[in-house]
């Protein structure tokens, strides 16, 4: 990982091969903070249920 460069997070940006966005102080929500890459196939159900109850009423 020696010659990989972070850069700042810039919406649109492709990063290049040797590249990898930065995000300074960010914060995963409670939901996700227990999750790993093996519990990843099953995070839909648990992003549905977090956009459904954040969603406004319409």
Do not use: K, T
Request: with cysteine; aromatic share 12%.
């Amino acid at each position: 990982m020696d010659d990989v460069h972070e850069i700042d997070f810039a919406p649109g940006y492709q990063p290049e091969a040797h590249e990898r966005f930065c995000l300074d102080e960010f914060e995963l929500p409670d939901w996700l903070q227990d999750e790993n890459s093996l519990s990843v196939p099953n995070l839909l159900p648990s992003i549905n249920s977090y956009l459904f109850r954040a969603a406004p009423d319409n």
